[in-house]
């Protein structure tokens, strides 16, 4: 089998941000460890099989809150149930204020060689309404201890359409970002959800009006690229050779499995979730997560990921449609290409004019398809 992706997501937070959907809870070290049993715990079941993985992905919340003894524990038990590869890229999302030459010098000691630290901005205005708690200089330090501890791998995310935010100021954001030494930049569009504070906040007024919006995400494209930053996927940059090897697993619809509240998984043709409930995680460890797609993977699917990225999809992956609906496919690309919002040859991409509204391309383009196309992925297993 191909080498899958794993994914852990460790749901504790010092604080949550308004504008944050994620699954978090409040960080407590009782809860922590139980945490860290009950995954080993979910994990082991996988340990006959020594099913091989060349990713890790440590997500959360806020996974470096964790003690460092605590994260070695996960380590160890995902090296005890899965065959990690000898290069596996192994992922640790940061909070700047979080990071020490101390702490990074233990994560690189356990073999975390990939780090993603959340900078969002480097406006002390905009990082108090974000509500964040740190301050730019802090992130700049983080950066500058995960290299000394020979982390060179290091991602940094910002946001676009922060309350108060201008051109202006995501300039001064992007060129702060890019004098530190980053092999990553992933640049997300504010996006206010139900049952968060941001979701009916009066801040949101202060938001940049949609045609603004999509010309911070344009600048913000064309900067990186400058800068030499290759825009790969629709949110995501990279200089040559360090795009994220586990989150292309997602957008191509390789396989994955994923332990904690609130963690998902793709395996075998399936998608699976758990509760986003910690006390249910620790209380029934090695549960099963519940089905929540019996048939994934097929053709919507990969037309609908594979668009995320800037290498689109190849036009091979249409073999499978009758003819008709193949040649419709083809004359709503057609006139994308024309419009500039995607490329076409023997693939199928999005410009990024396109990328800005790819939800409507994508509803345009999935409409041809028929309503059962199939699945591509093997159903025979379950987790």
């Known amino acids: 089998m191909n080498s899958l992706g794993v994914y852990v997501h460790v749901p504790f937070c010092a604080g949550k941000c308004p504008y944050c959907d994620f699954y978090s809870r409040p960080y407590r070290k009782a809860d922590a460890a139980a945490y860290v049993r009950a995954a080993a715990q979910d994990m082991s079941r996988f340990r006959d099989d020594r099913f ?3 990713t890790l992905y440590f997500g959360g919340g806020t996974p470096s809150l964790l003690p460092p003894e605590l994260l070695g524990e996960l380590i160890a038990a995902v ?10 890229e192994i992922t640790l999302e940061a909070n700047p204020n979080t990071v020490s030459p101390a702490r990074a010098r233990l994560w690189a000691a356990m073999g975390i060689n990939r780090l993603s630290c959340g900078l969002q901005s480097a406006e002390s205005g905009e990082l108090q309404v974000l509500g964040r708690r740190h301050t730019p200089e802090q992130a700049a330090l983080a950066v500058q201890a995960a290299l000394d501890a020979g982390i060179s791998n290091i991602s940094l995310d910002v946001m676009l359409g922060v309350p108060g935010q201008t051109a202006e100021s995501l300039r001064r954001t992007l060129e702060f970002a890019c004098a530190l030494p980053l092999t990553h930049l992933s640049a997300y569009l504010l996006k206010p959800e139900p049952d968060t504070p941001y979701w009916d ?6 938001c940049p009006e949609e045609e603004e919006l999509a ?7 064309a900067f990186l690229e400058e800068a030499g930053f290759r825009h790969y996927e629709i949110s995501n940059f990279a200089r040559p050779g360090f795009e994220s090897r586990h ?5 191509l619809c390789q396989e994955y499995l994923g332990f904690g509240p609130g963690a998902h998984s793709f395996f075998a043709g399936k998608r699976y979730g758990y509760a ?15 089905v929540t797609d019996a048939e994934a993977g097929g053709l919507e699917e990969r037309i609908l990921l594979g668009l995320r990225l800037r290498e689109g999809i190849p036009l091979s992956l249409l073999e499978p449609l009758e003819p008709e609906a193949r040649a419709a496919f083809l004359r709503k690309a057609r006139r994308l290409e024309s419009g500039g919002l995607a490329r076409l040859s023997e693939r199928l991409s999005l410009t990024p004019e396109g990328f800005l509204v790819s ?6 383009l999935l409409a041809v398809l028929p309503e059962d196309v199939g699945t591509l992925a093997n159903p025979s297993c379950d987790l």
């Open 359 to 364: 939800n409507a391309i994508l509803a345009d």
């Open 276 to 290: 986003r409930s910690l006390e249910e995680y620790i209380s029934a460890p090695g549960a099963r997560p519940i």
């Open 201 to 206: 906040s009066p801040l949101l007024r202060e």
């Open 52 to 54: 091989p993985a060349d």
């Open 79 to 88: 090296r005890e149930s899965f065959r990690l590869a000898p290069k596996a």
């Open 247 to 251: 989150n292309r697993k997602y957008w």
């Open 215 to 221: 010309g911070l995400y344009l600048r913000t494209a």
